[in-house]
């Protein structure tokens, strides 16, 4: 079927970027917008907006029945979910099912398949995928048992869980049952599912990961990105390709990531997130994210696809148009995630009136953004304002040209987190490439001076 209507379930930078895709590719663009967001640049951009419901997430974005219902209200001929909020829920893509609306995005089995994070282990298990040594704690005892057999330290994992909340580290035997406990609390609290695992905590590991997309029969891989920057386990900056690997490991890690697409019978965009241990030089599974990314720019930078207009003729039940022989990277690209936050205050949200804002403009150049002058930000979803995103010949040039990008952005009015990327890329060890997740910690104790004399 042809996609001629498009409800976008979602809101800031990635309404802005379907939007533009759908521009493009002559399909009507509606948006489904909160109370708070009925005035933002997506709205104003969009072909129509349709109200979801109050400015809290729990009654709009997060309500299944409100995005089926306003789809149906506007006759849209499909969903897309974005990312975050209610793209990877079976329950949004079955209800859409039953009401006769495309969801866009992979079949309720297959997000039902990676989004227990328990059971994708057991898929990657089941494709011939590595996973990190470890297993599930159902109680104390069982917790126990599997840290005897891993060792220590171990990371304390929720089975629903995402973005760090429901993870723990515990280094040593005593702190276990306090730490099973917090754990536990938290992944109720955050997922409704109070299940945990455990898994070896790998010292010095990096975060890469393979971009994947399928048609339901069969799957190509679009090459891979470092992630490691991370603030607890939150991504701060973010690069295609995966810097200073061995070729092998390139390869052996698309390999893997097709090998689990096509155990699943994988349809649409999905990525398979990977933990290279650079001690041992070998990686293992980590999970599957089976939405598009809000990273996913570096890997259109480098490969020249459209990873929305990719996503939505899959969601069209059209064969893919890409073979993997077609699949050619050029160059290097680099990805600064702003926020509206305060890093004096240990990052705490900034929302408020943005004043003024000025975006850098060149060759190799990108800013996915939903803000502009007299733009507000609400208290009431992520602090994510602006994606700086940059093209270079090389690493070292897409450095050099993100650099001079971010000496030219301004966003005013509320604090943003540009003067710790304008930090990081001014350090020799994040310079030099390669560093592990354990990284930024480690440069925001030691950048602190650098950081007050540029903000």
């Not at 104003?44 to 409100?66: F, N, T, W």
């Not at 005593?174 to 070896?200: I, K, N, Q, W």
């Not at 940059?390 to 987190?417: M, S, Y």
Request: hydrophobic share 45%.
């Amino acid at each position: 079927m042809r996609i001629r209507r498009l409800l976008i379930a979602n809101r800031g930078e990635i309404a802005v970027r379907v939007i533009r895709t759908c521009r493009r590719l002559g399909i009507e663009s509606v948006l489904a917008a909160s109370d708070a967001d009925l005035d933002s640049l997506p709205a104003r951009l969009a072909d129509r907006v349709v109200r979801l419901g109050p400015a809290p997430a729990s009654a709009s974005y997060l309500d299944p029945s409100a995005v089926v219902g306003a789809a149906q209200a506007a006759h849209a001929d499909a969903v897309h979910p974005g990312y975050g909020f209610l793209s990877e829920n079976p329950a949004l893509a079955r209800a859409c099912e039953a009401a006769g609306v495309v969801f866009v995005g992979p079949t309720p089995e297959s997000l039902e398949a990676v989004g227990d994070k328990l059971r994708a282990r057991s898929h990657a298990i089941a494709a011939g995928l590595p996973v990190v040594p470890g297993g599930e704690a159902a109680d104390l005892a069982g917790a126990q048992a599997v840290a005897a057999e891993v060792g220590w330290p171990l990371l304390v994992k929720a089975v629903g869980g995402g973005g760090g909340r429901g993870m723990k580290l515990v280094r040593a035997a005593e702190e276990l049952p306090h730490t099973l406990d917090l754990a536990v609390s938290e992944a109720a609290a955050a997922f409704g599912d109070p299940r945990v695992y455990l898994e070896r905590f790998v010292a010095s590991g990096r975060h890469v990961e393979v971009q994947v997309i399928g048609d339901g029969t069969r799957a190509v891989a679009l090459g891979d990105r470092d992630c490691s920057v991370q603030r607890r386990y939150q991504k701060l900056f973010e690069e295609a390709p995966a810097p200073l690997l061995p070729d092998r490991v390139h390869t052996e890690m698309a390999s893997a990531a097709l090998a689990l697409a096509g155990h699943l019978g994988y349809r649409g965009l999905g990525t398979v997130e990977l933990l290279y241990d650079r001690e041992r030089e070998t990686f293992y599974f980590l999970e599957m994210n089976a939405r598009i990314q809000v990273e996913h720019p570096v890997t259109e930078m480098v490969t020249g696809i459209d990873l929305v207009a990719e996503q939505l003729a899959v969601a069209e039940g059209r064969p893919l148009s890409i073979r993997q022989e077609d699949v050619a990277l050029t160059g290097h690209a680099v990805e600064c995630r702003i926020n509206a936050e305060d890093w004096t205050a240990d990052f705490r949200p900034s929302p408020g009136r943005i004043d003024r804002v000025v975006l850098p403009v060149g060759d190799g150049i990108r800013v996915d953004t939903h803000v502009q002058g007299g733009s507000v930000v609400p208290p009431f979803y992520d602090s994510l304002l602006a994606k700086l995103i940059v093209h270079g010949a090389d690493r070292a040039d897409a450095l050099a040209r993100t650099r001079a990008a971010l000496a030219l952005l301004r966003i005013e009015g509320v604090t943003t987190t540009v003067p710790v990327h304008q930090a990081l890329l001014a350090d020799a060890e994040f310079t030099a490439g390669g560093v592990d997740t354990a990284y930024f910690e480690r440069f925001l104790r030691n950048a602190q001076p650098d950081l007050a004399e540029v903000s």
